[in-house]
């Protein structure tokens, strides 16, 4: 498909284990963003990437989270020791060269990946 | 720190009705407000957006309204549609080209026929 994936879709995880969130860009895409969104609020934003390197990392919420981008495509986003305050749904997004005129300012963003911690 | 406020929390609107979104925000430095649309199990997806240096944009049914003193803008969505029933969220952003988003909490619309 031509839009932004992530896997899992769903993952059940307990108390205190480690979680790994994936998400593929769109082809071509070098900008990419990780957000959290929580229950009924809107999407929160973690980390940036443009290329392989964090370009910002602001939104971290504490040392657990930690998201790579290695080859400047594919992003794992990883949680250790998982709490229940985790459970949200982690959004993934990308968008075109920021540094290339006619960026149109806009976020392409996958269907997310829903963490339930119990 | 909530920097964009958005309301109503939930809206019903008969088809054929207009919606109308209000988001006010905080920080002036903000100069993108985007709007996007959400469908359940979905992710957002961009609908309309605006710079300060413009009072409104219009784009088929859709339109942004902007006060840059009120520090408020909206969104309206003409003969509203069963099909525009979704979770609409405004945003800013402080730098053009830079999606790094502040999200308000969201608006449930709900179309009824």
């Known amino acids: 498909g031509a839009g932004v994936s992530q896997t899992p879709s769903n993952k059940v995880t307990e108390k205190g284990k480690y979680v790994e969130l994936r998400c593929d860009p769109i082809?071509?895409?070098?900008?990419l963003y990780w957000y959290r969104q929580s229950l009924g609020q809107g999407p929160e934003f973690l980390i940036y990437f443009q290329g392989t390197g964090a370009a910002d990392d602001s939104g971290l919420p504490n040392d657990r989270f930690f998201a790579v981008r290695p080859e400047g495509s594919v992003s794992t986003l990883k949680i250790q020791r998982t709490e229940r305050g985790d459970s949200a749904v982690y959004l993934c997004a990308s968008s075109r060269d920021l540094q290339r005129t006619g960026s149109t300012g806009e976020l392409f963003f996958g269907e997310g990946s829903r963490l339930t911690v119990l | 720190q909530q920097q964009v406020k958005q309301s109503p929390q939930s809206l019903i609107v008969q088809k054929g009705g207009i919606s109308i979104i209000n988001c006010a925000y905080e920080n002036t430095a903000f100069d993108y407000f985007p709007w996007y649309q959400q469908f359940p199990g979905k992710g957002p997806a961009l609908l309309i957006a605006?710079?300060?240096?413009?009072s409104e944009k219009k784009e088929g049914r859709f339109t942004i309204s902007f006060n840059k003193s009120a520090k408020q803008f909206s969104l309206h969505i003409m003969d509203s549609q069963p099909g525009d029933s979704a979770t609409y969220f405004c945003?800013?952003?402080?730098?053009?080209?830079?999606?790094?988003?502040?999200f308000g909490t969201g608006t449930r619309l709900t179309i009824i026929p």
């Open positions: 605006i710079r300060p240096d413009v």
């Open positions: 945003a800013a952003t402080f730098d053009f080209g830079n999606e790094k988003l502040t």
């Open positions: 082809s071509g895409h070098t900008a």
